[in-house]
């Protein structure tokens, strides 16, 4: 029995020990903690998101008592919280309130003047195609602002775009840039035009358009190739426009064009048909010159006829 309760009675006494050195070790090194830090966390929300900029609420409830923090950090405690944490601070805090944005006032759009004056003296075919540019352009110019009508001269410039400068001068100097859309009076003609006929543009219109296109773009490879094919095809006349689109002028709609080309041949009169049956009855003879071969002889006249009117 002795041998049991000795050692029972020393690990009692031991343990007896023990808690009496934990208990005077947790004072002697007992570390104070500042009220206000314990009241303060007790009414933070406990989210810990770190909205406040500090580690945790604990962080920022120190962050407020020991570091002089703001007090209107914790955005879940919302306005409440703020006002506890004044009190526990004995501090009157200027609650921040949330300013709506001020609705921007709705600006009316002015209605677009009708413009008066002297149009430029573009074909409707390339105000249609250069519409947007021409409009910048000039919009750039009546406001006032260099820089952007200048940046838009220096781009026709890289372009090689001679006959868009042209325009853009007429601009500076007062001209207006009509509608592209407006038609067109009927039996006008531009001057700036090439000097093909309305059938030549009609039936040509694609190549005429791709060389002109090749051309201002200052594709070179484009254009030549254009030139060679034309000229592989003994196409004098499509190279001879190609001539006149390289000097400047432009390429017309053949809707809008009169027809300019030299007027048919008139087809041979009745008369010229009889006198010409006479002297075929005359080279073969009264004998030969039979009605059967009159009329076989009338029928080919006609064809030869109908051949020289298609």
């Not at 006032?144 to 372009?159: P, R, S, W």
């Not at 840039?177 to 694609?206: L, M, Y």
Request: proline share 5%; hydrophobic share 40%; glycine share 8%.
């Amino acid at each position: 029995m002795e041998a049991i309760m000795m050692p029972v009675a020393v690990l009692g006494i031991t343990g007896v020990l023990m808690g009496l050195f934990l208990a005077y070790a947790s004072k002697k090194f007992e570390v104070e903690v500042d009220p206000k830090v314990e009241a303060i966390l007790a009414i933070l929300p406990g989210a810990n998101c770190g909205a406040c900029g500090f580690p945790g609420c604990a962080g920022y409830a120190s962050g407020v008592a020991l570091e002089g923090a703001k007090m209107t950090l914790c955005a879940p405690g919302g306005p409440k919280v703020i006002e506890k944490i004044g009190e526990i601070m004995g501090v009157a805090v200027e609650i921040p309130v949330k300013k709506k944005p001020a609705k921007k006032p709705v600006e009316k759009k002015e209605a677009p003047k009708a413009q008066t004056g002297e149009p430029i003296s573009a074909s409707q075919e390339f105000i249609e195609k250069n519409k947007r540019m021409l409009m910048k352009f000039k919009e750039a110019f009546d406001a006032g602002d260099k820089e952007g009508f200048e940046k838009l001269e220096n781009l026709a410039k890289m372009a090689k775009k001679d006959e868009l400068l042209k325009y853009y001068e007429e601009i500076k100097a007062g001209k207006i840039v009509p509608d592209g859309s407006a038609p067109v009076a009927a039996g006008t003609t531009n001057a700036n035009a090439i000097s093909a006929s309305k059938e030549f543009v009609e039936k040509n219109k694609r190549m005429l358009m791709k060389f002109k296109e090749a051309f201002d773009a200052g594709d070179k490879e484009g254009f030549e190739k254009l030139e060679n094919l034309a000229k592989m095809a003994k196409k004098d006349e499509l190279l001879k426009f190609y001539e006149e689109i390289k000097a400047g002028k432009t390429v017309p709609d053949p809707a809008t064009m009169t027809d300019t080309s030299a007027a048919k041949q008139e087809a041979p009169k009745v008369e010229d048909t009889k006198k010409q049956e006479a002297s075929y009855c005359s080279v073969l003879g009264d004998g030969l010159c039979v009605p059967e071969q009159n009329e076989k002889v009338k029928e080919n006249l006609h064809q030869e006829i109908d051949k020289e009117v298609k």
